[in-house]
């Protein structure tokens, strides 16, 4: 996590995959969407574990996600040509 004014990371997270996409959530900006691979992760900026993990989200890479502002809906679409 970067400070975006001073350039310097305040917090760095440890994955166990490689990271395809970062989303932050519309209503909680302390909550980011991580696409990681095949999963999804939901991470609080404030803890170091993840608030739920989609484990084989999607067949192949995650490459694209987000969150609906009004109903909290996530979606997705991955490297398998499908969206969720």
Known sequence: VWE???????KTFNLEQ???RIVTTPV???IVLVAAS???KIIDLNCQEP???YQDAHEENV???GITRVTNMLYSAGEDKKIK
């Open 4 to 10: 975006a004014v001073s350039g310097h990371c305040v």
């Open 18 to 20: 490689h990271v395809n």
């Open 28 to 30: 909680q900006k302390d």
């Open 38 to 40: 095949k999963y999804i």
């Open 51 to 53: 608030i739920q993990s």
């Open 63 to 65: 490459t694209s996600l």
